[in-house]
């Protein structure tokens, strides 16, 4: 037989097409949202598997965890390490503009439709082409803008797989471009008067009642090279939960609709795929399939996550009305096959897994 440590090593395709199960528990009567604090259960009074939960808080102390989270029908169930630390989100932050976008959109300041052109976009030496700047706002969160020019905030991966300038026109070829989301947070900026950081917190962050966020929890990465900024954030696990219910909730907080439905919809959709992980790519959103699980991640039909180098993950899984936070700390890793094993042993716990489907039992 072999090892976990040797499985998680495995493909994807060594994964089993799993049933899906029913719910632990029956859902409220109606929606639920946190108040000021986070109400909680804990796994067993929740329906849960108390006795699988503990083999999966075993389990994540065994890797890099450093914060997790699972909030079901708008309640924590289970959560352990610092969820009240603020940890860099990397590539996270990606998701957060596209939801400010969507707002934008609704007001009327943001047209998806506008070329770079017209919005006089341009980049340090050598410039954008011109047939560069024919790529629309909608194009860039795709991510299939067709520019590859120089990025900050790029890792060594990314620059090497970057392609060729000009070898694919925009709009035709998907590729994880951090030019694209760079110049997205420019955009925006300009688009609405203020800065991407304090955007955040009046219009998410206040209104869905973060605990922790404060604009200083924001900052610029600037390089020589392009003369768009990354904007890292730092955020606590617990108000991530927070915005990871955001959207289970299709963007609705009580009484309010803090984004718009349909652009929920919209930017968690697969406009493209399959992709590195074997799923698809929305909005700076990586998501689900309809009809299919995401293997590596262990995700349901439908399912959508926020996803950060090295261990930072928002998983929104709207068939088990469940949203899984988890952090790692700079210079520490969770592997996608980690994490995939870690929600597996949740589900299971939840009562929403076939045990029969572990990779484990081939072996």
Same mark, same amino acid.
């Given at each position: 037989m072999l090892s976990r440590r040797t499985l998680l090593r495995l493909p994807v395709a060594y994964c089993l097409v799993r049933r899906a199960s029913p719910l632990a528990a029956p859902l409220p009567t109606g929606p639920t949202w946190?108040? *000021?604090?986070? !109400?909680? @259960?804990d796994p067993k009074q929740a329906g849960w598997?108390?006795? =699988?939960? *503990?083999? =999966? +808080?075993?389990y994540s102390e065994s890797i890099a965890t450093a914060s997790f989270l699972a909030v079901q029908h708008g309640v924590v169930i289970d959560s352990w390490g610092d969820i009240d630390r603020r940890i860099e989100l990397r590539s996270m932050r990606k998701s957060l503009l596209s939801a400010l976008i969507g707002i934008a959109v609704s007001e009327n300041k943001i047209d998806l439709g506008d070329t770079l052109a017209e919005l006089q976009i341009d980049d340090a030496p050598p410039s954008l082409t011109p047939e560069e700047k024919q790529a629309t706002v909608l194009e860039l969160l795709k991510a299939r803008s067709g520019v590859y020019h120089a990025a900050a905030y790029e890792d060594p991966e990314e620059k090497?797989?970057?392609?060729? +300038?000009? !070898?694919? =026109?925009p709009g035709t070829f998907w590729y994880y471009n951090n030019w694209d989301f760079n110049t997205l947070g420019a955009i925006y900026e300009k688009a609405v008067g203020t800065s991407i950081f304090e955007s955040f917190r009046t219009k998410i962050a206040e209104p869905i009642g973060m605990q922790d966020y404060r604009p200083s929890d924001g900052r610029y990465e600037r390089e020589n090279t392009s +003369? &768009?900024?990354a904007y890292p954030f730092h955020m606590t696990a617990r108000d991530l939960a927070r915005f990871g219910l955001l959207f289970l909730m299709r963007g609705r907080w009580g009484d309010k609709q803090v984004i718009p439905a349909a652009w929920v919809d919209e930017s968690t959709t697969a406009w *493209?795929?399959?992709t590195v992980f074997h799923s698809g790519y929305g909005y700076m959103w990586? @998501?689900?399939y309809a009809d299919k699980w995401v293997r590596i991640l262990d995700l349901?039909?439908?399912? &959508?996550?926020a996803d950060g180098w090295h261990g930072q993950f928002v998983i929104v899984d709207p068939r088990h009305d469940l949203v899984v936070v988890h952090q790692t700390d700079v210079g520490k890793k969770v592997t996608h096959s980690e994490m995939g094993h870690l929600m597996w042993l949740t589900l299971n716990a939840a009562r929403a897994a076939d045990p029969g489907a572990d990779p484990a039992a081939l072996f």
């Open positions: 946190p108040g *000021s604090e986070w !109400s909680r @259960t598997n108390a006795e =699988a939960m *503990s083999e =999966a +808080r075993r090497r797989l970057r392609p060729p +300038r000009g !070898s694919h =026109a +003369r &768009f900024p *493209s795929g399959p990586w @998501t689900g349901a039909p439908g399912g &959508f996550w």
